[in-house]
């Protein structure tokens, strides 16, 4: 999801291998190391201990058939390099499939702090973790299939509602206090600490109808984040019908759309 595209997603090579350079490798290692610092008593456990099981790099960018080879053992999710943008339909068949896209360039040097396109660091940082936990990639799985069931563009963009609020930026409660599992959230060193320490935001417990007729914004950070009593909730959800909440959502119309706050990197 993006305004429009600024960088230029790297072709891989035969075995799907994309070529990096220095300085592009330096730019993972300064980002990983930033947020390794700041994500303990903010990220969930569940994602501090997938991040320590899934073993990413700290000095290099890894390669999408690293990382597959990496899930194998726990979800079998399959990690496939595609351009910056992709259709909604191809995304909601890669899901469904058991595969997760992810782009291959990274940030620049000055957008380190904020950029709305996913690079590679937002990705495999913020997503590959969690694809680790059954129940998350039970839930990408559901929500890939119920984009497919989907009759048009409105049933979508609703439906996208769901990914924003959970896997991009959700929060969850523990028993140490709320805490975030959001890829956004995490991949991001100002989000991370505004999510969980800022008192500008709403933060309300997740209920998927609500979570349906909330609409959000890409350019900000969020003025409103929606928190799962823990991740069994997510498998709930994944269980259910969720296209027909989407229509149910579409029925019952939208709530106002939620104001904005302008992310800086110096929240
Ligand atoms: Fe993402």
Same mark, same amino acid.
């Given at each position: 999801?993006?305004?429009?595209?600024?960088?230029?997603?790297?072709?891989? !090579? /035969? +075995?799907?291998?994309?070529?990096?350079? #220095?300085?592009?490798? *330096?730019?993972? &290692?300064?980002?990983? @190391?930033?947020?390794?610092?700041?994500?303990?008593?903010?990220?969930?456990?569940?994602?501090?201990?997938?991040?320590?099981?899934?073993?990413?790099?700290?000095?290099?960018?890894?390669?999408?058939?690293?990382?597959?080879?990496?899930?194998?053992?726990?979800?079998?999710?399959?990690?496939?390099?595609?351009?910056?943008?992709?259709?909604?339909?191809?995304?909601?068949?890669?899901?469904?499939?058991?595969?997760?896209?992810?782009?291959?360039?990274?940030?620049?040097?000055?957008?380190?702090?904020?950029?709305?396109?996913?690079?590679?660091?937002?990705?495999?940082?913020?997503?590959?973790?969690?694809?680790? !936990? /059954? +129940?998350?990639?039970?839930?990408?799985? #559901?929500?890939?299939? *119920?984009?497919? &069931?989907?009759?048009? @563009?409105?049933?979508?963009?609703?439906?996208?509602?769901?990914?924003?609020?959970?896997?991009?930026?959700?929060?969850?409660?523990?028993?140490?206090?709320?805490?975030?599992?959001?890829?956004?959230?995490?991949?991001?060193?100002?989000?991370?600490?505004?999510?969980?320490?800022?008192?500008?935001?709403?933060?309300?417990?997740?209920?998927?109808?609500?979570?349906?007729?909330?609409?959000?914004?890409?350019?900000?950070?969020?003025?409103?984040?929606?928190?799962?009593?823990?991740?069994?909730?997510?498998?709930?959800?994944?269980?259910?019908?969720?296209?027909?909440?989407?229509?149910?959502?579409?029925?019952?119309?939208?709530?106002?759309?939620?104001?904005?706050?302008?992310?800086?990197?110096?929240?």
């Amino acid at each position: 999801m993006g305004k429009g595209l600024t960088y230029a997603s790297k072709t891989p !090579d /035969a +075995r799907g291998q994309v070529a990096y350079d #220095a300085e592009e490798h *330096a730019t993972w &290692a300064i980002l990983y @190391q930033r947020q390794l610092e700041i994500l303990p008593g903010r990220a969930c456990p569940e994602y501090l201990d997938a991040l320590a099981r899934v073993g990413l790099p700290s000095d290099h960018i890894p390669q999408c058939p690293d990382l597959t080879a990496c899930l194998r053992q726990s979800t079998g999710v399959e990690i496939v390099p595609v351009p910056a943008l992709i259709s909604n339909e191809r995304f909601f068949e890669l899901l469904a499939s058991g595969r997760f896209p992810c782009a291959t360039f990274i940030r620049s040097r000055e957008e380190l702090e904020y950029l709305e396109e996913p690079d590679v660091f937002h990705e495999v940082f913020g997503h590959v973790p969690l694809l680790s !936990d /059954a +129940r998350f990639a039970d839930f990408a799985r #559901a929500y890939g299939q *119920a984009g497919l &069931a989907c009759r048009n @563009q409105q049933e979508q963009d609703v439906l996208a509602r769901l990914y924003w609020y959970t896997i991009e930026f959700g929060l969850v409660q523990t028993p140490q206090g709320i805490r975030t599992y959001g890829a956004g959230v995490i991949s991001s060193i100002g989000e991370t600490v505004y999510a969980i320490e800022s008192t500008t935001p709403i933060r309300r417990p997740f209920d998927a109808l609500d979570v349906l007729r909330t609409p959000y914004r890409i350019d900000a950070f969020q003025t409103l984040y929606y928190i799962l009593t823990g991740f069994d909730e997510l498998f709930s959800v994944a269980k259910s019908d969720i296209t027909g909440l989407v229509r149910r959502a579409i029925r019952e119309g939208d709530y106002r759309e939620t104001a904005s706050v302008r992310g800086t990197a110096d929240i």
